[in-house]
């Protein structure tokens, strides 16, 4: 089936310093999410892309179908985007919006 | 904006016993709905869709049901519930993008 592979399973940054999550594909995907877990351990929405790249504040993400991967760069870490952040993929065919989830991406910001 | 709700916040339930998940979304029309599943420490999985009222389609068999009886509101339920099916349930709302419930977690002994 599907599989999305996202690395790296733990992040350490220092304060103001940037990095990056990725996610491979084993498949064409038609669309990507990326999710922070809040403190309850719901998701909450920081991109959905279907191609290109989109930027929000200190968070960028980059989505290339053809190549099957996505990242979410994270520049100017702050204490508070410590967190798990986790990629999901649409298929492109299959069920509808049917979301393939990576296995988390633990980042810590230490000051 | 599109706001989801999810009823109870937590539960306690002994094997055996019935479970009833609610989820409501409002703010979209029509939305697509689903429900997902996490055993501590697993991964998140997709349990069931729905495209409509009346229509849900499974993914995953957990001996889990599923039921959409208005436009904004899905149901997970089961008459008996199995140790296996302690967890973190999250509802999601789609239209192009997928928002998701503050979910409920359920403990089952």
């Known amino acids: 089936g599907d599989q999305v592979e996202q690395s790296p399973s733990a992040l350490s940054l220092h304060e103001g310093t940037g990095s990056a999550l990725r996610c491979n594909f084993t498949t064409t995907m038609r669309a990507v999410q990326w999710f922070r877990k809040n403190s309850r351990g719901s998701l909450i929405n920081l991109f959905y892309l279907a191609s290109g790249t989109k930027e929000n504040g200190r968070l960028k993400s980059a989505f290339d179908s053809k190549e099957r991967y996505s990242t979410l760069h994270i520049r100017d870490a702050q204490l508070e985007d410590s967190g798990t952040y986790f990629c999901a993929a649409k298929n492109t065919g299959g069920l509808s919006g049917k979301l393939t989830f990576g296995e988390g991406t633990q980042v810590t910001v230490i000051s | 904006a599109q706001t989801i709700h999810q009823w109870p916040v937590a539960e306690i339930k002994a094997v055996g016993s019935p479970l009833s998940l609610g989820c409501t979304i409002k703010g979209k029309s029509s939305p697509n709905l689903y429900w997902y599943w996490q055993a501590t420490g697993g991964t998140l999985q997709q349990l069931f869709y729905s495209i409509t009222v009346g229509q849900v389609e499974s993914v995953v068999q957990l001996n889990l049901s599923a039921s959409r009886p208005k436009d904004d509101q899905f149901i997970l339920s089961t008459e008996k519930l199995l140790l296996s099916h302690s967890g973190f349930y999250l509802c999601?709302?789609?239209?192009?993008?997928?928002?998701f419930g503050p979910g409920t977690r359920l403990l089952v002994l």
């Open positions: 999601a709302g789609e239209k192009d993008t997928q928002y």
